[in-house]
């Protein structure tokens, strides 16, 4: 079992930065790929991030490439999501995720591709 807690989450303005953090628990967590995903209401889930097991692979989507940041720490079990240059449309409800299954050294970007998911934490941007 993976347990998967985010925080970081609240409210700023358009143009200000947040990091997020995704503490992992259970399982040798330095071994699994991590991604982090949104899903803005009304719409469905989405893509934002993921690193590999090694760390020194990452992709972004389009939208937040040269805006956010994904690291891991592996010494805190810990994840992070470095959000700068917010927008209003960056508003949602972010998760992290955690592949337990087999992997290679790249990282996942569709969320079927994950098997663990923490609770949600929730961003929100105001113009």
């Known amino acids: 079992q993976v347990q998967l807690v985010e925080s970081g989450g609240g409210l700023v303005q358009a143009g200000g930065s947040l990091r997020l953090s995704c503490a992992a628990s259970g399982r040798a967590f330095s071994m699994f790929p991590m991604g982090w995903f949104r899903q803005a209401p009304g719409k469905e889930r989405e893509f934002v991030a993921a690193?590999?097991?090694?760390?020194?692979?990452?992709g972004y989507t389009d939208s937040v490439k040269g805006r956010f940041t994904i690291s891991r720490e592996k010494a805190k079990n810990t994840v992070y999501l470095q959000m700068n240059s917010l927008k209003p449309e960056d508003t949602a409800v972010y998760y992290c995720?955690?592949?337990?299954?087999?992997?290679?050294?790249?990282?996942?970007?569709?969320?079927?591709?994950?098997?663990?998911w923490g609770q949600g934490t929730q961003v929100t941007v105001s113009s």
């Open positions: 690193v590999s097991r090694s760390g020194d692979n990452t």
């Open positions: 995720a955690a592949r337990t299954r087999y992997y290679s050294g790249d990282y996942y970007s569709k969320g079927v591709e994950y098997d663990y």
